[in-house]
Antibody
């Protein structure tokens, strides 16, 4: 059974770079049918797609965040990562990694449990 | 940033039927992009409930159903149960090159 697990610092200072990693277990990140993405949820608010990556390295970013976001993949470790630069308090959120499934019409069918990241000095 | 609008809340008694609307535009739902629905229980990650407008993943009860028409979509829950109390989000793709989520709807079981 495929599982995703986020990891990374829970506290980041303003203007610094937020870095998170998602480890995929129970399956290969190199499957041709899936993209891997990041989605965030500020406290008490809705969901926002950040971006997605294919195992080949092709990336797709939310235009509103594109200038600050980098998503990368390490197929040897079955991991993909998120970097968000120049963070502010508005970037405080629960960050989820998720699988986007072509067989399920590109829905996000498997999610990690999420990790809370607070931006504060 | 949500471009898909949902009612903030809906409620119903156990056993009743409730529906949640998801209103978009000609650049997302109206452009023919699929709509998916997620259930988020308190303190947990979202879970895929409906994909491709009306398909249920294995394990999702048939009490949940989805539909799409024009620039809108709907999620129906029939035979409402206490365990259905959660937040529900619709999601689609927008021609602005972004995956977009709805504003979210809190379902309360009276």
């Amino acid at each position: 059974q495929l599982q995703l697990q986020e990891s990374g610092p829970g506290l980041v200072k303003p203007s610094e770079t937020l870095s998170l990693t998602c480890t995929v277990s129970g399956g290969s990140i190199s499957s041709s049918s899936y993209y891997w993405g990041w989605i965030r949820q500020p406290p008490g608010k809705g969901l926002e797609w950040i971006g997605s990556i294919y195992y080949s390295g092709s990336t797709y970013y939310n235009p509103s965040l594109k200038s600050r976001v980098t998503i990368s993949v390490d197929t040897s470790k079955n991991q993909f990562s998120l970097k968000l630069s120049s963070v502010t308090a508005a970037d405080t959120a629960v960050y989820y990694c998720a699988r986007r499934s072509a067989p399920k019409d590109d829905a996000f069918d498997i999610w990690g449990q999420g990790t809370m990241v607070t931006v504060s000095s | 940033q949500s471009v898909l609008t949902q009612p903030p809340s809906v409620s119903g008694a156990p056993g009743q039927r409730v529906t949640i609307s998801c209103t978009g535009s000609s650049s997302n739902i109206g452009a023919g992009y699929d709509v998916h629905w997620y259930q988020q229980l308190p303190g947990t990650a979202p879970k895929l409930l409906i994909y491709g407008n009306s398909n249920r993943p294995s394990g999702v009860p048939d009490r949940f159903s989805g539909s799409k028409s024009g620039t809108s979509a709907s999620l129906a829950i029939t035979g409402l149960q206490a365990e259905d109390e959660a937040d529900y989000y619709c999601q689609s793709y927008d021609s602005s090159l972004s995956y977009v989520f709805g504003t979210g709807t809190k379902v309360t079981v009276l």
